[in-house]
Structures are given as structure tokens and as C-alpha cells.
């Protein structure tokens, strides 16, 4: 594995524009920008437009707005993943070359009485050996050996991709590329060395290693925060009815956050300026703080 150790920190945040910022984004947000900040890295923001029909027009200005009224300063553009298509194809063509990716021609409905594993349907294997139809995807191969990662929070984690999905889609037949790929790629060519993000996507990173290797690309390290869920245990997304995070009181969500993400903030913080606050923060940060949670409780929001 090709790591990103003894290369300058550079950290990234990296919404989809599905809606506006809600509070368990904010906790990305901020544990990302006080990881790079106290490692005197550089923090990247880069918008993951590559769905659009999950996409909400305008959710991209609104998130930026609110990331700027909240006091977050990123460093160079903001960049757009919609942007970068070509290098994706790119990507998949290279797999396609080397026999390493696949068209697969299967249907949801063809995949129904597929096993189901910790990913989903476990892929059987359908297309691996050639498909007839022009309408495919693309599927990855994945092989039985077991991805090993350290999280600097979760500790160490492994999974051998073909009991846990089988062979994973990095195209799909509606064209759009695959979250997986798209990622994995972005993040090398911005130089990523640290992606700190929701716990959620934890089970995606053995996919994003696998990929790393394959396309011979530095696999960065990797830090999975607590979700905050809502008070009925569900995760807050856009999906689950979060709401976005107000800008008018922007001091107290920040140490209400601070707080959630387990850092002792004194009493009259939430009274101070946001410039005042963020000093704080990045003197006191300590991501270790979070390290037996799993989630985030209702309690822990303002
Ligand atoms: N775009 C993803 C999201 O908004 C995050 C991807 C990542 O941090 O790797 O959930």
C-alpha cells in the first residue's frame, strides 16, 4: 500500500450538494478544518456534484454561504467533482484495459435473490466472464484477501471485499460514475493525506483501498467520526428530515458542535466572536476525544 505518511497535510471536506448543511455535516466540517489547521495543513473544500438526481439546485451556494458565515476559510477554490469527469472515465478505462473492471449488464431485478452481505447483494458474478447488452455498467473485481486499515478512531478494521459485496459498481448504467471511484481518485489528485468524515462511510473505505491499489494511487489515512442522529437513533440526513443549521446564531451552534464533538469548551464561549471561538478550537483541539463513541445524541445539539 502506497500511504500518505512524510507527505504536507492537506485535509478536504467534501458535501454533496443533496441539501443544505445540517449539523452532522457541520461535525465533518469542523473536525476536518481543526485536523489540517492544527497540523499547519492545508484544508480543501470540494463539492461531490456527480449526482444529480439527488442533487438540490442551489444546495452548493447555500453550503459555501453557510460555511463562510460560520467562519471556515479554505484554502485555493473551491473545486467541483463534476469537473474532474474526465480523469474518472479515465480511471475506468485504465481497469477496462488491464481486465480489472468489467461491463455487467445485470438488473436490480436480476439481483433480488442475490445473497445479501454487509454491503447489500453480494454480486454472484453474473458478468464476469463477458456480457451481450450495450446497456451495462461497470463493475470492479475484487479478489479474497482481506483490506486491512488502521482508523486513528475506530482502530484496526478488515474486510474481504468479495463475501462483503463481490465485484462493486465504479460506472453505472445510468452513466454517472460511482461515488467509490470518483472519490478515491480526487483525493489523490488533490494530494489528500488525511480524509476525516462521517462513521457512516466507514464500510465504503475498504472499497476506496482496494481501488487505491489497483490504480496504484496513495491511500491517504483515514478518521471516521460519530454520526449525530436524531431523537429516534436515525442518522440526521437530508434523507431523515435534518435541518439546516441556522447562520444567525452561529457562535453558539459552533461551541454546541465543539462541544458534541467532545471537546471541553468553557462556559462563555458561545458568547465570544467566531474569530475568538475558532482560536480556541485550534489551540484545544484533540480528535482522541472522540474515540469510544459511536454516534452522537440529540442532547449534544443547541
Ligand atoms: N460527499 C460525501 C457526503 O456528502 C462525503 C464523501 C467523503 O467525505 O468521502 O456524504
Not at 480543501?44 to 459555501?64: F, M, N, S
Not at 465485484?167 to 448504467?173: G, L, N, P, Q
Not at 451552534?253 to 458534541?260: E, G, K, M, N, P
Amino acid at each position: 500500500m502506497v500511504t500518505s505518511a512524510d507527505r504536507p497535510y492537506i485535509g478536504r471536506f467534501a458535501p454533496s450538494p443533496t441539501g443544505p448543511l445540517h449539523f452532522g455535516s457541520l461535525l465533518a466540517a469542523i473536525a476536518s478544518y481543526l485536523q489540517s489547521r492544527t497540523a499547519n495543513g492545508r484544508w480543501l473544500l470540494r463539492i461531490e456534484d456527480i449526482d444529480p438526481p439527488r442533487e438540490q439546485p442551489g444546495a452548493d451556494k447555500l453550503i459555501l454561504d453557510t460555511l463562510e458565515s460560520y467562519g471556515f476559510e479554505w484554502d485555493g477554490p473551491v473545486t467541483y467533482q463534476s469537473h474532474f469527469r474526465e480523469r474518472h472515465e479515465a480511471s475506468i478505462e485504465k481497469l477496462i484495459a488491464t481486465g480489472l473492471a468489467y461491463p455487467c449488464s445485470c438488473s436490480r431485478r436480476d439481483l433480488a435473490t442475490a445473497v445479501r452481505g454487509p454491503l447489500g447483494a453480494i454480486y454472484p458474478g453474473t458478468c464476469r466472464q463477458g456480457c451481450e447488452s450495450s446497456d451495462v455498467a461497470i463493475r470492479v473485481r475484487t479478489h479474497g484477501n482481506p483490506i486491512t486499515f488502521t482508523d486513528r478512531l475506530q482502530g484496526r478494521r478488515t474486510m474481504q471485499l468479495e463475501s462483503a459485496s463481490g465485484d462493486f459498481v465504479i460506472r453505472r448504467r445510468d452513466g454517472l460514475v460511482a461515488y467509490h471511484l470518483a472519490v478515491v481518485n480526487d483525493d489523490a489528485d488533490q494530494g489528500i493525506t488525511e480524509v476525516v468524515r462521517g462513521i457512516d462511510l466507514l464500510d465504503s473505505t475498504p472499497r476506496h483501498i482496494h481501488l487505491q491499489e489497483l490504480l496504484d494511487i496513495p491511500t491517504p489515512s483515514y478518521v471516521h467520526i460519530p454520526v449525530a442522529e436524531n431523537a429516534a437513533g436515525q442518522k440526521l440526513s437530508k434523507l431523515t428530515g435534518a435541518p439546516a443549521i441556522s447562520i444567525d446564531r452561529a457562535s453558539r451552534t459552533l461551541v454546541a458542535a465543539l462541544r458534541a464533538l467532545g471537546q471541553t469548551t468553557p462556559q462563555e464561549l458561545e458568547a465570544e466572536s467566531l474569530d475568538e471561538i475558532w482560536a480556541w478550537a485550534t489551540q484545544h483541539w484533540q480528535i482522541n476525544r472522540l474515540s469510544a463513541r459511536q454516534n452522537i445524541a440529540p442532547q449534544h445539539y443547541c
